[in-house]
Nanobody, 118 residues
Framework: QVRFVESGGGLVQAGGSLRLSCAASGITFSINAMGWYRQAPGKQRESVAVAAISSSGSTNYADSVKGRFTISRDNAKNTVYLQMNSLKPEDTAVYYC??????????WGQGTQVTVSS
C-alpha cells in the first residue's frame, strides 16, 4: 500500500523558514522522482510540482519558489524534504508530496499546512 506522510508545517512570519518532510512507503523510493505540490486556500491543488527531484538528484523548481526553496531526498530513509526560506504570504497552502508517476492517481497524503503571516 502506497503511503505518504507529510510533516513540518506551521505558522511563520514572512521572511521565515520551515523544513517539510515526507516519508514514503509502499514504493521503490530510490527509483522514483518525487515532487512537492501545494494547494492554496480556496484553490485546487496545483498540478505541477513547485519542486521536484529525480532519482539521480536533479532538481526543478517553479519560478515562484526558485532561489527560496530547496528539495532534497534521503533514499536510505525513504524521505523527501523541502527547505523553505524567505517565505511569503502567498506561500500559504497545504503542501503534499507524491511520486511524479503517481500525481494523477488518488494516492495522496494528508498534507501539512504552511501559513505565512504578513
Amino acid at each position: 500500500q502506497v503511503r505518504f506522510v507529510e510533516s513540518g508545517g506551521g505558522l511563520v512570519q514572512a521572511g521565515g523558514s520551515l523544513r517539510l518532510s515526507c516519508a514514503a512507503s509502499g514504493i521503490t523510493f530510490s527509483i522514483n522522482a518525487m515532487g512537492w505540490y501545494r494547494q492554496a486556500p480556496g484553490k485546487q491543488r496545483e498540478s505541477v510540482a513547485v519542486a521536484a527531484i529525480s532519482s539521480s538528484g536533479s532538481t526543478n523548481y517553479a519560478d515562484s519558489v526558485k532561489g527560496r526553496f530547496t528539495i532534497s531526498r534521503d533514499n536510505a530513509k525513504n524521505t523527501v524534504y523541502l527547505q523553505m526560506n524567505s517565505l511569503k504570504p502567498e506561500d500559504t497552502a497545504v503542501y503534499y508530496c507524491n511520486a511524479l508517476s503517481l500525481q494523477w492517481s488518488a494516492v495522496w497524503g494528508q498534507g501539512t499546512q504552511v501559513t505565512v503571516s504578513s
